[in-house]
Each structure stands twice: as C-alpha cells, then as structure tokens.
C-alpha cells in the first residue's frame, strides 16, 4: 500500500521516490497548490476504492498525515 | 512568484476598517480595475450593509485569510431570509471567492467555504462556480451546479444587436434566427385595469403584506420584502435601477425592477431585468410595457436571468426566449467591455434536505441576487 501511495506523489508531483518523506507538506513543498491537492483527492479516492470526507481533505497537510488518515479508511500502510 | 510559508495562516473576519485591504486585494491581485470590488463602499453595502449582517457578525460578512495580518484570500457570503413556500428561513449567497496565487496550497480555498459553512446553519446557499476548482469543490460538499444561468432573452432592435455584436455582414442565419424570435405580441384584455407607473422609490409601499400573502406561498428563493428590496435596489451605490409599480383597485399588484446598461465604448444598450414581482396576469402586462420602453429607448434587447420557469409561458407571448436546461442565449451578458465569448453564467445551488429537484420548479433566483448583477 506504501508504494501504491508513493506512485502517486510520484506521478502527480514529478517527485523522486527519495524526496517523499513523512514531512513532505504542502507548507514546505511549493508545488502543492490547491488544484494539485484535488488531483491528490481524486487519486487516493480511486486507487484506494474510499470517499474522503471533507475535514479529512482539510485536515492532509503532509504525506505522514495522509498515511494516518488513509489508515482511518481501512487503508493499512 | 514568491510563495508564503503558511504554517501561520489565519481564517477570520474582516473588520470594517480593515476594507481598504480587501479592494487592493481585488484590485492588485484578483480583478485589476473591476468596476464593482476596487471601491471600498460597494464592498461595505454588500457585506456590511446588509439588513440581517448584525445577526450573524459585528464584522464584515467576508471571511479572510491572513498571514501577519496581511490579506492574501477571501470569502464572502451575503445572508438573507429565504422564503420557503411563505415560511423564513436563513440562506446565503457566496461571493467572491479568492485565493492569491502566494497562498494557494494544499486545502486553503477549500477551507474559506467550509469554514463559513461550519460556521453557520444555512438551509439554503447559492453562488457563482466560474472555475473548475469552485465547481469541484461545491459539488464535493453537495451543490447543485447549473452549467448557465436560465435566461430570458428579448431582442427588441435586430439590426442593433446584430451591430453590436460585429456580426451584422456574415452571419445571416443569425440574423434570421433573431428575426423569427420577433413575434407580434399577443394581446392583453385586461391591461386597463391596472396601473403601471414608474416609482422611485419603496418607501410609501404596503409591500410586506402583497409579498408574504400574494407571492410568497407559491416560490421559494430569497425574500423580497421591502427592507431587502431598499438595501438591493435603494442603497446599492452603483447602478441605477428603475422600479415599476403595478396597482388596481386592490391595491398593489407587482413590481418590475430593470436598470439600463451601456456597452462599454458603444452606442448600444440593453435593459437587464433584475426582479419580476407580480401576479401572474400581471406579469405579461410588465413585459410588454417594458419592451414598449426598449423600443423607444434604441435599445438591442432585454434580458432577465431567472430561474423560475413559470414565468415561460407568460414571457413567450411578449416574445421573449427562455434558455433554461444548461443552454446558452447565443447573445453575451458582460458589456464593461462586450465579451463576445462569454454567453452563459455557471452557478451552484444547495437546499439542505429537500428534494432538489422538486424544489428547483419552484426556485425564484435572478440576476440580482449574491454578486450576480455585474457588468464585468
């Protein structure tokens, strides 16, 4: 499931495997805007077959925090 | 562009003496020279002004987002009393809605609509959904999204819309579809029993009591009782609006609002019709009496962008053109300056726990609610 999410931050944002890390956020990380962060939605929705409520969609400011939420939803990485 | 570190990020309302920020905001960032949001006063009559504001706030009804007391975002909603079948209830509008490009990260935009929603009970909301993250976004928390606003077109000077919209040499399949929407109008038996004059202004009115009993029961939307129709029509500092008033011998019998706008470095005009407030007998004779004061002012056409189809049947024999179902009138609506291109306005609607569908038959929504009636 880990590699499955790590996919996705590859493709979306064009990042190396070995610049994702729990801290990557969008607070730190530039190309993380807004429409990125739909796209991001839209992904884990479809790829992990779940529908995620709006505080959570709120609430996922870095990739560590995606992965607790993501756990939330039955998703265990 | 310089991106802001938004670890330090604030949501919170904007005060009244902090206005001047929000039209620099509209005007350096968001919509440079916009004839509506670089004036501070407009922006005070619509979130400040507003006759239910001190209900929900001692603020602005504008939600910003700051970052060391600087603005980089906002989010307005305008309260009202929403009538539902003659009963209130409380709705708002949302209205621009902005992010700058230093601050658009992860879920902000989407936290300005949340947190106004979590804020309040609103039983219905509305608003514009120009963009692709605005309708992502309002159908994600359950709107309605209408592709285009319905609109009701009158042509009443063919060769000047045509003109006006530089289309007069090459497209006579256009112009001869304009020419066959020029039916002779039908004629209304009873239009001497009413009296139609131009008033200037509410404030000698018995209008609560002809809205609440007369119109109310059968619609719902936003409530036009007179103390909405002074702060829409009276106090706006921008625009100026004409209001008919229909009497007989009961007393009122409706109202029309339109104003008279200009295309911008033309000579061309066209009349928006922003509130048709009527009987239903009634309804037909406003029509026809505005398109008699279209024709002597030289003016292209006439529009009213309403969602209530009721009024199709009634506004046909006057020879108006009702675009509803998601189809755009193929003549535009924005004249500061004419956009050609633009033909249709996108909104999103929710009433909370009702059937949707059934209650869109009844929805009476037009063109001057929320920030709707703008001309760029």
């Known amino acids: 499931m880990l590699d499955k999410l790590i996919k996705i931050f590859i493709e979306l944002f064009g990042l190396e495997r070995d610049e994702i890390n729990h801290d990557l956020s969008y607070h730190n990380y530039d190309q993380w805007d807004s429409l990125k962060h739909l796209n991001l939605v839209q992904r884990l929705e479809d790829v992990f077959d779940i529908e995620i409520e709006m505080d959570d969609i709120i609430a996922m400011e870095s990739f560590g925090v995606i992965i607790k939420i993501l756990n939330k939803y039955g998703v265990e990485i | ?224 009782d007179k103390k909405y129709l002074i702060w829409r029509y009276k106090k706006i500092p921008i625009f100026k609006y004409h209001i008919l008033y229909a009497s007989n011998h009961l007393g009122t019998a409706g109202l029309l609002i339109y104003r008279i706008e200009e295309v911008k470095n033309t000579r061309f005009k066209v009349i928006r019709i922003t509130d048709i407030l009527a009987t239903t007998e009634v309804v037909e004779i406003f029509a026809k009496r505005v398109i008699e004061i279209a024709i002597n002012e030289d003016i292209a056409f006439v529009d009213f962008f309403c969602t209530l189809s009721n009024f199709e049947p009634i506004l046909q024999k006057q020879g108006f053109i009702y675009s509803k179902n998601n189809q755009a009138y193929p003549v535009p609506f924005l004249f500061s300056p004419l956009e050609t291109d633009k033909l249709k306005m996108e909104f999103g609607w929710k009433i909370f726990d009702q059937n949707q569908s059934l209650l869109k038959q009844k929805l009476y929504y037009t063109k001057a609610d929320g920030d709707f009636d703008r001309p760029n």
């Open chain 2, 1 to 224: 562009m310089n991106t802001k570190n938004t670890k330090n990020i604030e949501f919170r309302e904007i005060k009244l003496k902090e206005i001047s920020a929000v039209s620099n905001l509209f005007n350096e960032k968001w919509r440079i020279n916009h004839i509506f949001y670089r004036k501070p006063e407009v922006l005070k009559w619509q979130y400040y002004e507003n006759p239910i504001r001190s209900e929900y706030t001692d603020d602005m009804t504008l939600l910003g987002v700051f970052i060391d007391d600087v603005l980089y975002g906002v989010h307005g909603y305008i309260p009202f009393i929403f009538n539902y079948y003659g009963k209130k209830r409380r709705a708002c509008h949302f209205c621009n809605w902005y992010a700058s490009p230093e601050i658009r990260r992860g879920p902000i935009g989407i936290r300005l609509t949340t947190d106004v929603l979590d804020q309040y009970n609103f039983q219905a909301c509305f608003g514009y959904a120009f963009s692709d993250f605005s309708r992502f976004i309002l159908k994600r928390i359950g709107w309605n999204i209408e592709q285009a606003f319905p609109r009701y077109v009158r042509i009443t000077n063919i060769e000047n819309t045509m003109e006006m919209l530089n289309d007069m040499a090459n497209n006579k399949k256009f112009y001869q579809y304009l020419k066959s929407t020029i039916i002779k109008t039908s004629v209304i038996n009873n239009i001497n029993n009413y009296l139609i004059e131009e008033i200037e202004n509410f404030n000698n009115l018995k209008w609560d009591n002809f809205f609440w009993n007369k119109l109310s029961k059968n619609i719902i939307g936003p409530a036009r």
